[in-house]
């Protein structure tokens, strides 16, 4: 079975920093483009960043350009979201998904506020 499980999400003042990991098993990792997505309250989901297989190239929405980094490692299974100068908008459950299927896990909780 596919699972995708995202962690590292808590609580953040303005300005700071989190890094969000997604650890994925049951598919050929290597062999998909992957994405983080996010659902503020009450919004729906938003792409937020989009990776290509072998993690050389990497697409982000114009609200997190400059202060999200996507980046992948294809030989632990592994996903990462460096997530920088948090801003209260940033608020949002966090969660990877496979591009080609949409296929995602459970989130995780980001909380940026004063």
């Not at 989009?50 to 592994?78: C, E, L, P």
């Not at 496979?98 to 004063?114: A, Y």
Request: glycine residues 12%; charged residues 20%; contains cysteine.
């Amino acid at each position: 079975d596919v699972q995708l499980q995202a962690s590292g999400g808590g609580w953040v003042q303005p300005g700071g920093s989190l890094r969000l990991s997604c650890a994925a098993s049951g598919f050929a990792f290597s062999n998909t483009v992957m994405s983080w997505n996010r659902q503020a309250p009450g919004k729906e989901p938003e792409l937020v960043s989009r990776i290509s297989k072998g993690g050389v190239n990497a697409w982000y929405t114009d609200s997190v350009k400059g202060r999200f980094t996507m980046s992948r490692d294809n030989g632990k299974n592994m996903l990462y979201l460096q997530m920088n100068a948090l801003k209260p908008e940033d608020t949002a459950v966090y969660f990877c998904a496979k591009d080609d299927d949409h296929t995602r896990g459970p989130g995780t909780l980001v909380t940026v506020s004063s």
